[in-house]
């Protein structure tokens, strides 16, 4: 199937002075744009209103030869992208991205702000479909509750994606997946700050895009902080080492200074999930949104899949509602899509999504070079990679199979190939995935029609049994990757990133990858950001130090803003006076 009927159916580096970033970043002394809808338009009748000021975004007769692709297509598919063309997928051709029947906000029951419930399907076809795959017994402990409960768990049902569920219960039987085609490293692009001329026409390319307004920032923020000891969102978790400051608003801080940057509008997508939906939006709203105007924040939660037992019956949480548990990462396109945020960005003139993880205390947001060598390369998606520190380290890995980009788990990738080592001593398989991508609409429009592989885990759960009563039960779980689109995408820019200064995740309380080493990863770099750009500030010896978020996107930025900032706390909090 063609990519167009897919469609239809549905911290950053240290730059030293006159860095590739310093030469390439934009000019700008006027106020920025503060965001929000266009004068004279005033938001009326908008599904889902995100800031877009008058006369920004992509112009009819602009010229795009910066778009020219690197490979497969040239120019002429950067061309058909600026009149709205949708370019063919090698991969999507041979059936690979079918979209099941009735697939998009229905399977999925978004919760996007804003957005109208999708209609669902009648009590008469629910029975049917029952019926149709022996799950009828699935009603009885809703028929012994009584008619209230048989009414909800009908009304629950009726959000199934039926050819969805298919898929799931015959994933039960399948046998396991084949061993993956002979591998290859893949090309890697250099790290933002080292200054070539292939990175400084990228931070160009990347400049200009942020400052036409085809550019928003998604991040994925759908999990739970209790692996920190914290009964909250994740985002909400208070890392900053000085300030306290949580990890939405050391984002918020970025996505502002980039707007003031930039002069643009930039919206800020924020995919959350079905248990931490209502408390995100409750912090946001208690923080004034860290500042930014509200219409340009858009919540949007991912949608969940119903859990099996082992012979592919479906469980129930309660009488009246089904056990479900969240479809993964790999959600984030439906649920774009089915909240019909992708719609409206395109209605506004954005062309391409960055997104990152909530978890990663480093992450650049809207990394200018990153998204040019995306569009220059005419890439459908993007990927930043970190050097792995050994082998065993566990971290999804990127290479190239069968002449295709794919990400391997840690636990797929055997040991003796995990430890090869190339000519010049470092690992071959070295490119190691930390889930920062860019992504065309377009192509984030046909994979959330298209039938990425799901993924089992067996888990023990709680949920009723044949007789109704809520006891410890096997369950299979189901979900996708985000990742898993990569092979469907005609191309892939790859790029390697300083792991000291872009990637520091946070996940667990104490040891590996924990709190303290996330604080200790932001310590280091704004110890070497202010080294570098403000040499005479005396910063306390010992405890952290910290940025304050916001004041500045990166090394060369806070250069050009020493007249602004002001050390306090000590010697360990710079902030703008």
């Known amino acids: ?48 209103p995100l800031p877009f000021p008058p006369h920004r975004g992509r112009q009819p007769r602009r010229d795009h030869q910066h778009d020219q692709q690197l490979c497969g297509g040239g120019a002429a598919a950067a061309r058909g992208r600026e009149a709205g063309e949708a370019p063919a997928h090698p991969r999507a051709q041979d ?26 399907a009648s009590s008469a076809q629910v029975d049917e479909a029952l019926a149709a795959r022996g799950l009828q017994s699935v009603l009885a402990p809703a028929r012994r509750a009584g008619a209230d409960a048989v009414a909800a768990l009908l009304q629950d049902l009726a959000g199934v994606d039926w050819e969805l569920l298919d898929r799931q219960r015959a994933a039960l039987a399948a046998p396991p997946p084949a061993a993956p085609c002979p591998l290859e490293p893949p090309e890697l692009l250099p790290p933002p700050a080292r200054a070539t001329p292939e990175n400084e026409a990228a931070a160009r390319r990347g400049w200009e895009a942020l400052r036409a307004g085809r550019v928003a920032v ?4 759908g999990g739970q902080a209790s692996r920190l000891g914290f009964d909250a969102p994740k985002g909400t978790f208070p890392l900053a080492p000085v300030s306290g400051a949580s990890l939405f608003q050391m984002l918020a801080g970025q996505v502002r200074r980039l707007r003031e940057l930039s002069g643009a509008a930039l919206p800020w997508i924020i995919q959350t999930g079905p248990e ?35 012979d592919g019956q479906l469980l129930l949480a309660a009488p009246d509602r089904l056990f479900r548990n969240p ?15 992708l719609a409206e960005l395109r209605r506004r003139g954005v062309d391409t999504l960055f997104s990152c993880q909530v978890d990663n205390a480093l992450v650049r947001m809207g990394d200018p070079v990153f998204l040019g060598h995306h569009l220059g390369r005419g890439a459908d998606m993007s990927a930043k990679v970190v050097e792995k520190t050994d082998p065993g380290e566990k971290v999804g890995m990127l290479a190239r199979c069968g002449g295709r980009h794919v990400v391997l788990e840690y636990s797929d990738l055997p ?25 065309t609409l377009s192509f984030v429009e046909a994979m959330a029609g298209a039938q990425l592989p799901l993924h089992l885990a067996r888990k023990k759960v709680r949920a009723l049994d044949a007789g109704g009563q809520p006891v410890e039960r096997d369950a299979v779980k189901f979900e996708t990757f985000v990742f898993d689109a990569m092979p469907l995408a005609r191309c892939v820019a790859v790029q390697l ?56 996107y990166d090394a060369a930025d806070l250069r050009s803003r020493a007249g602004e900032v002001e050390l306090v706390a000590c010697g360990r909090l710079l902030r703008r006076r």
Not at 298 to 308: E, F
Not at 335 to 340: D, I, N, R
Not at 426 to 437: K, M, Q
Request: charged residues 25%; positive net charge; hydrophobic residues 40%.
């Open 327 to 341: 479809d993964g990462h790999g959600g984030f396109y439906a649920a774009l899509s089915g909240s019909g945020a």
């Open 95 to 120: 059936g690979a991205a079918r979209a099941p029947a009735g697939a998009g906000a229905r399977a999925h029951q978004r919760q996007g702000l804003g957005v109208a419930a999708p209609a669902l």
């Open 276 to 310: 931490n939906h209502a408390d995100t939006h409750r912090f946001l709203e208690r923080h004034n949104w860290f500042h930014l105007r509200r219409d340009s924040v858009l919540l949007v939660c991912q949608g969940t899949l119903p859990a099996l037992s082992a």
């Open 497 to 552: 990133v300083e792991r000291d200064e872009e990637f520091a995740p946070l996940k667990n309380r104490d040891g590996v990858d924990s709190i303290r080493t996330a604080r200790e990863a932001l310590d280091r770099r704004a110890r070497r950001w202010c080294a570098a750009a403000l040499p005479q500030l005396r910063l306390a010896e010992h405890g952290w130090v910290e940025i304050e978020p916001g004041l500045a």
């Open 415 to 439: 040991p003796e190939l995990a430890a090869r080592r190339a000519a010049d001593g470092s690992l071959l398989y070295r490119a190691g995935n930390i889930a920062i991508h860019a992504f």
């Open 1 to 48: 199937m063609s990519f167009h009927e897919a469609r239809v159916r549905r911290g950053s580096a240290f730059l030293p002075p006159r860095s590739v970033q310093d030469r390439a970043r934009p000019d700008r002394t006027e106020a920025p744009d503060p965001g929000g809808t266009a004068p004279g338009q005033g938001g009326v009748g908008q599904l889902l």
């Open 218 to 221: 998604a991040t994925v923020a």
